[in-house]
């Protein structure tokens, strides 16, 4: 069986599947995240070193580029470069569903596609272990929140120590029922960020730390909490005058007895209900009090994170 210089069976094709995410959920900053039931599609074949095919369909496809800077393509090859081993050519094809720009973790998922795809590459070679892929994909990302999620499914805590990125999966009540409204415009996160102060009062500081405790509580006992859990003072009301429309339905369902936060760094609007039933009820709300065009997704917590299946029998010799 042929393989490429850096040990790859030429003809190697790998599938990925990695969920959609929402991070901070309101006062969890930069450490808070959730996987949801939205799911970007990966197949990679191994090519011979130096050949590149990119196919792409659904979200941002006349968009993406069709080199390697390729976000998924950048990923595989960081992987590659982080084991010591030579990247194969590759045919790319990707079927992207998660909406680009809006807060859903689309960058994230399209990192942790990349290495997971490069995991099923190497898998015989190179065991790249849970530990190691949240590592590199929070190298690639710069923080782990969309990421962990993304690799790991649930609810995510996610920090840095000195040891490197770590996680702690949580799973989340049966009760709560996510539902997400997307605009028809973007928000870039570097935009988003730069809105922030580089300090917040001890008072603010405090606050968070209090909801960001209760929240967690609040996901995995206790969904009637979520209102008061989803309490923020750190980043959303600095970034409200950027994204109008944003925080007038974020306040607009808050107004009516609904947990409704910033997902991500927006524009999307997320939304925990306690229940199928509520989260119905903030549907119709949200279409009664916005002028902005917003789709609604009633969605479901992912559980089990971005996925990866090797078909070795497509090899060919």
Known sequence: MKQTPG?????????????????????????????????DELSVTALPEGEL????????????????????????????????RRMPGLHLRAVNVIPHGRGLGSSGAAVVS???????????????GPDTLLRLATEIEGHPDNVAPALFGGLTIAWVDQFGPQHKKLLVHRG???????????MSTTVARSLQPDHVTREDAVFNVSRSALLIAALTQSPELLLA?????LHQSYRAAAMPETDRLVQAL?????????????????????GPGQRLTA?????????TPWTP?????????GTVRVHAEDATD
């Open 254 to 274: 808050r107004a009516a007895g609904y947990a409704a936060v910033v997902s991500g760094a927006g524009p999307s609007v997320l939304v925990l209900a306690d």
């Open 53 to 84: 095919v990119i196919e792409a369909e659904g979200e941002g496809a006349d968009d993406v580029p069709r080199d390697a800077s390729h976000l998924v393509v950048r990923a595989i090859a960081y992987a590659f470069e982080a084991v010591g």
């Open 229 to 233: 859990a989803t309490e923020d003072k």
């Open 114 to 128: 990349g290495l997971l795809a490069a995991k099923g590459l190497l898998e015989g070679d190179v065991e790249l």
């Open 7 to 39: 040990g790859v069976e030429i003809g190697r094709r790998v599938t990925v599947r990695v969920p959609a995410t929402s991070a901070n959920l309101g006062p969890g900053f930069d450490t808070l995240g959730l996987a949801l039931s939205v799911y």
């Open 283 to 291: 549907a119709e709300v949200a279409a009664s009090v916005v002028d």
């Open 297 to 305: 997704l009633m969605l479901a917590v992912d559980f089990k994170g």
């Open 176 to 186: 709560v029922s996510p539902l997400v409204f997307v605009p028809g415009f973007t």
